[in-house]
C-alpha cells in the first residue's frame, strides 16, 4: 500500500525532528533592511549557542533549534547591540524582527518577549502547552496525550478532524511511541508508553494543515519533548491521593446494600536535572508511582437457600402463584426417574448466600445475584531519563538520549474492563495484567553550516504486556463458576524507527529533505486453547419433549388444576442446573499450516512483521517580505504483514473474484454449488512460503 501526499500552503520555515526555529528581518530605524548582522541565540538552560547572518533583505533563519528558553543578540557595527528573551516551543516557527538603532555596538537595548506567540509562519493549526501550563491544566490520570482533548476538531474518543481516534500519530523526543498493530490507542488519548507530567518539558498537537514533513497517518499529530538537564540543578517531588471519602456509591449497589467501593489512589513522584559537565554534559530523570488500593463492584449468580437443598420454586401464570417442587416432586417429574443431581446438590452447598434476590436471572426464584466489592490493586511504576550533550563548544554537534523504563502490575485484565478479579468474596484476584513496555530515543544534529542542518534521530519502542491465567474447564450450569478460569496471553510489539531530517536554505528557498523508516513486529502468545462445557436452554428446546411439559402437567395432576407456566425459561434453566446436565461443548481448533492440530491446553501464537518507508521534499519560497509559499510532496510505501514463521495462508481465489462469481451467479439464477469455485480454499502464503501476500504491494505514485 502507498500514500502519496502532495502540500501546497501559505507558509515559511518547516520543521523536523520535534525541534522549533526561529526567523525574522532585521531592519534600521527607518525600515531599510540591515544586512550581515550577526544574530546569536543562547540557550539560557544549556548555553548551546547558535549564529546566523542577514542576508540582503535583512532575513534571517535559524533551524531545527532545540525548545527552551534563549537570549537573542542581534549586533552590527554602528548600532546598539539588541538583546531579546523569548522561549522556542516545539514545532512552533517563531518570528522575531528587530529593529536596530544607531549607536555604539557597546551599547544594548534589552527587550523580553518580543517574538511573535500566535504561529503566523505556517498552516499548521494546534496549539503548543509549555511546561507551566502541561502541569496545571486538570488531568485525572496524569496521562500527557489526553490534552489532544481540548483542541478545536476533536471527539470525546479521539477523532480528529473526522479521521480514525487510531489515526493520531504520537512522537516522543522524535521517535515513534504508537501502538504499532493498533490495540488500546483505538480511544486516540494513548501512547504505548506512559508519559509522566513531571517529564515533559512541551506537547504540541497539530489538528490539521499539515507540511509535507509531517505525515504517518490522517490524524492528530502529537509531539511531546522530555525534560532535558540545565547548568542549574533543579528537582521536584509530589504526592497526589484520591479518596474514598470524596466518591459515591453506584445505585445498584445502593439496591443491593452494598457499601461504596474503596477508591484510594496514590500518584507520587520526584524528578532531579543538573549538568554532569557545565556547558556541556546534563542530565534529568524522573520517577513516578501510583498505587491503587480500590475496589471494583462484581455480580455472581448463585443459587437461591431453597434451590439448594433441591427444592425448585415455579411461578403459575395468572396467579402468580409459586409452587414448590420437593425433591421427590422433582424426581417424579424427570423423565428418566433420577431426579436431582447429587454432584449439583454438593456443589451448591459451597456457595456464599446471595444478597440481591431480585437481580437474580430468575427474579429471585432460584437464583440470586451476589453483589460485593472486588479487591483491585494497581501498581503502576514510571522511570525517564534523559541526557545531552554539546559534543563542541560551537554547538555544531548535539546529542540527545533518552529513554523511559514501565513496569505495571494490575489486578485482573487491564486489556478486557478488569474481568479477572475476585470471583468471590475473599478469593484474590484471578488475573494479573503485566506491563514492562520500554523506550529509547535519540538524536544526533549537526549544524554543517548556518544554512545548512541535519538531524538523525532512532527510536526503539518495545511495548510489552501480558497476562497470567490458567488452563482449567470448569462446566457451567447457570450460577457463576467456584473458580475463576482466565486465559493466560502476552503481546510484544518492539519498533525500530529511523528519521532523518536536513534543511537547507539558500537566498530566498529554504528545502528540506527527510527520510523516515519502521520496522515493526507484533508477536502475540494465548492460551485460550481449552474446551468449555456449559448448559443451554436454547440447545433443548423444540425438542419434542421439553422439561417445561412435564412439570406442567405434574403441576395440573397434583397441585393446581389447569395451572400454566409464567416464564418456561425460568423452569428449564431450573431443571437443567438441578439435573446437571450438560449439553454444550465449544473449542477452537488451532491449525498449523502442516494440517496438524495444536492439542487442548498448549499455546499458540504468531509473529508478523511490517516495514514502512517514507520520503519527502519540501521547499519554502519567500515570495516577498510577508508571503511565503510552502510546497512539498511526501510519498509513503507501506509493506505488506507477514508472519516471521510462515504460519500464513492465503486464499486461492482471490477475494475479489471470489465475491464477483456470486454476484454473477445470483444475476442469472446459478446455485452456488455450480461454481467453479465454490468453496473457499487456502495455499501458504508470505515470503517465508515464497507464496503471495495478503494482497499485492502497490509502490505506484
Request: cysteine-free.
Amino acid at each position: 500500500m502507498t500514500r502519496f501526499a502532495f502540500a501546497l500552503a501559505i507558509a515559511t520555515l518547516p520543521l523536523a525532528a520535534q525541534t522549533s526555529s526561529l526567523q525574522g528581518i532585521v531592519t534600521d530605524a527607518q525600515g531599510a533592511a540591515v544586512p550581515a548582522a550577526v544574530v546569536t541565540a543562547i540557550n539560557k538552560d544549556t548555553s548551546s549557542v547558535r549564529k546566523a547572518l542577514t542576508d540582503t533583505s535583512g532575513a534571517y533563519s535559524m533551524l531545527q533549534v532545540a525548545p527552551g528558553p534563549y537570549k537573542v543578540t542581534v549586533e552590527k557595527p554602528s548600532f546598539r547591540t539588541h538583546n531579546t528573551e523569548l522561549v522556542l516551543q516545539i514545532e512552533t516557527p517563531q518570528t522575531l524582527n528587530v529593529k536596530l538603532e544607531v549607536g555604539q555596538v557597546t551599547e544594548t537595548v534589552n527587550v523580553t518577549g518580543e517574538a511573535a506567540v500566535v504561529n503566523t509562519e505556517n498552516a499548521a493549526v494546534g496549539n503548543p502547552f509549555n511546561e507551566t501550563q502541561v502541569k496545571e491544566i486538570p488531568l485525572q490520570t496524569r496521562n500527557v496525550v489526553q490534552l489532544l482533548s481540548i483542541e478545536p476538531g476533536v471527539s470525546s474518543t479521539g477523532q480528529v478532524a473526522g479521521a480514525r481516534p487510531d489515526q493520531n500519530n504520537v512522537m516522543l523526543d522524535g521517535a515513534d511511541v504508537n501502538y504499532a498493530w493498533g490495540g488500546n490507542n483505538a480511544n486516540g488519548f494513548n501512547a504505548s508508553i506512559p508519559i509522566p507530567l513531571d517529564s515533559v518539558q512541551e506537547f504540541r498537537t497539530t489538528v490539521v494543515g499539515l507540511n509535507a514533513d509531517q505525515g504517518y497517518s490522517a490524524g492528530g499529530q502529537v509531539s511531546v519533548v522530555t525534560k532535558g538537564g540545565s547548568n542549574i540543578f533543579h528537582g521536584s517531588a509530589y504526592e497526589y491521593n484520591r479518596n474514598t471519602l470524596t466518591s459515591a456509591n453506584s445505585w445498584g449497589n445502593n439496591k443491593a446494600g452494598t457499601p461504596r467501593p474503596a477508591l484510594v489512589r496514590n500518584q507520587f513522584g520526584a524528578s532531579i536535572g543538573g549538568p554532569i559537565l557545565k556547558n556541556r554534559l546534563f542530565f534529568f530523570y524522573n520517577y513516578e508511582g501510583r498505587t491503587d488500593r480500590s475496589a471494583v463492584s462484581e455480580t455472581d449468580s448463585v443459587p437461591s437457600p431453597l434451590f439448594s437443598q433441591g427444592i425448585v420454586q415455579v411461578q403459575l401464570k395468572g396467579s402468580n402463584q409459586i409452587v414448590q417442587l420437593t425433591p421427590s416432586m422433582v424426581q417424579a417429574i424427570d423423565p428418566l426417574g433420577i431426579g436431582e443431581n447429587p454432584y449439583i446438590l454438593g456443589l451448591m452447598k459451597q456457595y456464599p448466600a446471595g444478597n440481591y434476590p431480585a437481580g437474580g436471572t430468575d427474579k429471585g426464584l432460584n437464583f440470586y445475584a451476589l453483589t460485593f466489592n472486588a479487591p483491585d490493586a494497581q501498581n503502576y511504576h514510571t522511570q525517564v531519563g534523559r541526557m545531552d550533550y554539546n559534543i563542541d563548544s560551537a554547538g555544531k554537534h548535539t546529542l540527545m538520549v533518552a529513554g523511559t523504563l514501565n513496569g505495571q502490575s494490575v489486578a485482573g485484565n487491564n486489556a478486557a474492563n478488569l474481568t479477572g478479579l475476585a470471583q468471590f468474596p475473599g478469593q484474590a484476584s484471578a488475573q494479573e495484567s503485566l506491563d514492562n513496555s520500554r523506550r529509547l530515543a535519540s538524536r544526533y544534529t549537526w549544524v554543517i553550516s548556518p544554512h545548512l542542518v541535519n538531524a538523525l534521530n532512532y527510536g526503539y519502542n518495545r511495548f510489552s504486556e501480558a497476562a497470567t491465567g490458567n488452563t482449567t474447564s470448569y462446566p457451567t450450569f447457570g450460577f457463576t463458576a467456584l473458580q475463576a478460569t482466565p486465559r493466560a496471553s502476552r503481546t510484544l510489539q518492539p519498533l525500530h524507527n529511523i528519521n532523518d531530517d536536513l534543511t537547507w536554505t539558500k537566498g530566498r528557498h529554504t528545502a528540506q529533505f527527510g527520510l523516515s523508516f519502521r520496522f515493526a513486529q507484533f508477536t502475540s502468545l494465548s492460551y485460550n486453547n481449552v474446551e468449555s462445557f456449559s448448559f443451554s436452554r436454547n440447545t433443548l428446546l423444540g425438542l419434542g419433549n421439553d422439561i417445561d411439559n412435564a412439570v406442567t402437567s405434574y403441576i395440573q395432576q397434583n397441585i393446581v388444576p389447569g395451572a400454566t407456566l409464567a416464564n418456561s425459561t425460568y423452569v428449564t434453566n431450573a431443571f437443567g442446573a438441578m439435573f446437571g446436565m450438560l449439553n454444550n461443548w465449544g473449542a477452537t481448533f488451532h491449525y498449523l499450516v502442516n494440517g496438524q492440530t495444536i492439542p487442548f491446553g498448549q499455546p499458540f501464537g504468531t509473529n508478523f512483521v511490517e516495514n514502512e518507508y517514507e520520503a519527502y521534499a519540501q521547499d519554502t519560497f519567500k515570495v516577498t517580505r510577508n508571503f511565503t509559499l510552502t510546497y512539498g510532496l511526501r510519498y509513503s510505501l507501506y509493506g505488506v504483514p507477514y508472519e516471521k514463521n510462515g504460519q500464513q495462508v492465503v486464499p486461492e481465489t482471490p477475494l475479489s473474484n471470489y465475491f464477483a462469481q456470486r454476484v454473477y451467479a445470483q444475476e442469472n439464477g446459478i446455485p452456488n454449488s455450480a461454481l467453479a469455485d465454490s468453496l473457499v480454499t487456502y495455499k501458504l502464503g508470505g515470503p517465508v512460503n515464497h507464496g503471495p501476500g495478503y494482497y499485492p504491494l502497490d509502490p505506484k505514485l
